[in-house]
């Protein structure tokens, strides 16, 4: 079945510094989604993409789709405090309009 | 007030015991979806539904039930509680009109469940 890995498990950071997590998946993605998890709550969605190489921001955080649709990166530029938390990424593969494949997720702490 | 609702918040139980989590949703959403989350495995989807008749096995399905009575309502059922079921447990619903033809996520706030 599609799988969604996601590197790396863990991102500890001093406060300024940049964060990169990454997914990739085994089969080619229709869109891929992302999520922020605040420890003790839920996912939150953060961003869609859905085109070869797209790349969008919000604030200090930059979002990328591979030209192949199979990958994706989220970058967050000096780290802040509230920054804390675990980010999922979330694949769909084409013509299964109802399977979000959740990677496991990068857990980023950052110390002030 | 939370969009999605989800009862009871913190669960523990013994292994053999029936069990309902519940899940409500003011959004008007006609698919809604129960994951189950573990450390370290992210989230995994047990079953959702697309609308009242619709009831669908995700990845995981075995030793768990679901009942849609509502559009607005989606509970999940352990029939026969084990110990390797103790995890949290999101209700979800989307709108696939909504932006794009895939919606996004909205989660609830979760059910801590413990089996022993």
């Known amino acids: 079945g599609q799988q969604v890995m996601q590197i790396p498990q863990y991102q500890h950071v001093q406060e300024g510094e940049d964060f990169t997590t990454y997914c990739n998946s085994s089969?080619?993605?229709?869109?891929i989604q992302w999520y922020k998890q605040r420890p003790g709550g839920h996912p939150v969605f953060l961003i869609q993409?859905?085109?070869?190489?797209e790349v969008k921001k919000q604030k200090r955080l930059t979002f990328q789709f591979g030209e192949a649709k199979k990958n994706s990166s989220l970058h967050i530029t000096a780290t802040q405090t509230t920054d804390v938390g675990t980010y999922f990424c979330?694949?769909?593969?084409?013509?299964?309009?109802?399977?979000?494949?959740f990677g496991k997720g990068t857990l980023l702490t950052v110390n002030p | 007030d939370a969009d999605v609702t989800q009862t009871p918040r913190n669960r523990i139980t013994k292994t053999g015991k029936r069990i309902m989590l519940e899940c409500s949703q003011t959004k008007g959403h006609d698919r809604m979806y129960w994951y189950r989350q573990d450390p370290g495995l992210g989230l995994r989807l047990i079953y959702y539904s697309f609308d009242v008749k619709d009831i669908n096995k995700g990845e995981i399905s075995d030793g768990y039930s679901v009942s849609r009575q509502a559009q607005a309502k989606f509970s999940l059922s352990l029939e026969s509680a084990i110990p390797n079921q103790t995890a949290l447990y999101f209700c979800?619903?989307?709108?696939?009109?909504?932006?794009?033809?895939?919606?996004?996520?909205?989660f609830g706030e979760g059910s801590r469940l413990t089996v022993l």
């Open positions: 089969t080619t993605l229709s869109n």
């Open positions: 979800a619903t989307s709108d696939p009109t909504q932006g794009s033809s895939t919606g996004e996520l909205f």
């Open positions: 993409l859905v085109k070869s190489g």
């Open positions: 979330a694949g769909r593969v084409a013509g299964s309009n109802y399977k979000l494949t």
